[in-house]
C-alpha cells in the first residue's frame, strides 16, 4: 500500500501532465478533490510544527501580518509605521522572531506583525514557514511586500495557498443537506459557467457525500467547491506593496504594473517613508473598521476616545465590548447617526451599526 505522501505525489504528478481542457475538466476535478483529501489526512496525522512555535498575543483592534521575502524591508516598513523597533540590516534573514508593532490611525489601535521572510517551501515547515503561517492565519489583514528588484509574487501566494490561505476571497455560497437516500442532487440558483452540475455531484461523492440535496448559489469553479467541502480554509483580505521604488524609475514601476496584472498595488519607500500616509488610509479602509462613540445618558457623547469595531457590528457587539454582562441587562439602546432612521432612534441588540454612530445603552441596574 503506497504511503499518503507517494499517493499524493502521484496525484500531483497526473494533474500536471495532463492537459486541461473541457474533455479532461471532470476527470482533473476529481483528482484535485481526491488530492486535497490525501493532504488534510497527512495534515491531520501530523502532531505539530517542529521546533518552538511563535506566540504572538493579540492586541489592539485588529492584527495585519506583513509577509515577504527576506530582505524586502519588512523590518523597516514596521518601524516607520508603528513605534516597534524590530532589527533592521542590509542582508537577508534579519528577523529571526515575529515582532509586533501598533499602528494608531482614526482612532483604531492596528497591530502589525514583522513576520520572517518566507522561502520556498514555507508551506512544508522550510524556514519555520509553518509556524510563521500558523499566525499569518489568525491575522485580519495580509500585507503582501515585495520590492522591485523581486516581484516573483507567484510564489508567495503558492506557499499561502498551499497553507489553505486564501487572499480576497470568500467562502462559496453553497448548501448542503444530507439524507438518508436519494443520491446526491444538485440545484442552483444561478447560472455556472466553470463546471456544470454533474461535476459537483462527481466532487461531493469524492469527498465521502452518498446522499445529500446541493444548492448552489453562485458561479463556482472546482477550487472553490473543493476549498468549501474540506472546510478548513481562511479566507483574508490583502494589499499588496511594491517597496524601494525610491531606487528606480516611474517608467520601471509602470512596467511592474503589467507583470502584477490583477494586482493593484501601493508604491512605498519604507526607508524614506514615501507613500506611507497612503497606506495607513488602504489598510485602515480594508480591514472595514467603523468608529462608534459613546454617549452616556444625560452627557454629552464622547468624541475622544470611539469604539473602534468591524463593519456591521451590533449593537450586541458594543456591549460585548463594554463589559460582558451588559446584554444580560440590556433594556435598549438610542442611536444617533446614519444607521439611524431618526435621531435617538429606540434599537435592540441586533441592530447593525455604520461609522460615526452615536450610542445610548440602557442596561437594568
Known amino acids: 500500500m ?18 486541461y481542457h473541457k474533455g479532461t475538466q471532470h476527470h482533473i476535478g476529481k483528482l484535485k478533490a481526491k488530492l486535497a483529501k490525501l493532504k488534510e489526512e497527512s495534515r491531520k496525522k501530523k502532531t505539530g510544527v517542529s521546533g518552538k512555535a511563535f506566540a504572538v498575543p493579540k492586541g489592539g483592534n485588529a492584527t ?3 509577509v515577504g521575502f527576506p530582505g524586502v524591508g519588512k523590518s523597516t516598513l514596521l518601524n516607520q509605521m508603528t513605534e516597534a523597533k524590530s532589527e533592521v540590516g542590509d542582508y537577508q534573514f534579519t528577523t529571526l522572531k515575529i515582532i509586533p508593532g501598533v499602528m494608531e490611525y482614526k482612532g483604531a489601535r492596528i497591530q502589525m ?4 521572510g518566507l ?15 500558523s499566525v499569518v492565519r489568525s491575522s485580519d489583514m495580509v500585507l503582501l511586500m515585495l520590492d522591485v528588484f523581486e516581484t516573483n509574487l507567484n510564489l508567495i501566494l503558492e506557499e499561502l495557498n498551499e497553507s ?19 443520491g446526491i442532487n444538485v440545484f442552483t440558483t444561478t447560472k455556472l459557467t466553470k463546471i456544470d452540475t454533474e461535476m459537483v455531484g462527481e466532487l461531493f461523492k469524492e469527498w465521502g457525500y452518498i446522499n445529500a440535496d446541493i444548492v448552489v448559489r453562485e458561479n463556482v469553479n472546482e477550487d472553490q467547491i473543493i476549498d468549501w467541502l474540506a472546510g478548513n480554509r481562511v479566507y483574508i483580505p490583502a494589499i499588496l506593496v ?4 525610491d531606487l528606480v524609475t516611474k517608467d520601471y514601476v509602470k512596467g511592474l504594473r503589467k507583470k502584477l496584472k490583477g494586482w493593484r498595488f501601493l508604491s512605498i519607500s519604507a526607508k524614506e517613508g514615501t507613500g506611507l500616509s ?38 450586541g457587539d458594543v456591549c460585548d465590548f ?16 446614519n444607521s439611524a432612521k431618526f435621531p435617538g432612534q429606540r434599537v435592540g441588540l441586533t441592530h447593525v451599526l455604520i461609522d460615526k454612530d452615536v450610542v445610548t445603552v440602557v442596561v437594568r441596574k
Not at 324 to 336: E, G, L, S, T
Open 2 to 19: 503506497p504511503s499518503i505522501q507517494d499517493q499524493i505525489k502521484e496525484i500531483e504528478d497526473e494533474i500536471h501532465r495532463t492537459p
Open 64 to 66: 495585519v501580518s506583513i
Open 113 to 116: 506583525l514583522d513576520m520572517p
Open 119 to 133: 522561502v520556498r517551501g514555507a508551506s512544508k515547515g522550510r524556514g519555520r514557514g509553518r509556524e510563521v503561517i
Open 164 to 182: 489553505g490561505l486564501r487572499l480576497n476571497q470568500k467562502l462559496a455560497d453553497i448548501v448542503d443537506t444530507k439524507k438518508d437516500r436519494g
Open 242 to 245: 511594491l517597496n524601494k521604488v
Open 278 to 315: 497612503r497606506l495607513r488610509k488602504k489598510i485602515y479602509d480594508t480591514l472595514e473598521l467603523i468608529r462608534i462613540y459613546m454617549k452616556p445618558q444625560g452627557k454629552e457623547a464622547d468624541y475622544g476616545e470611539p469604539l473602534v469595531l468591524r463593519k456591521d457590528a451590533t449593537i
Open 322 to 337: 463594554i463589559h460582558r454582562d451588559f446584554q444580560k441587562k440590556f433594556r435598549y439602546a438610542n442611536v444617533w447617526g
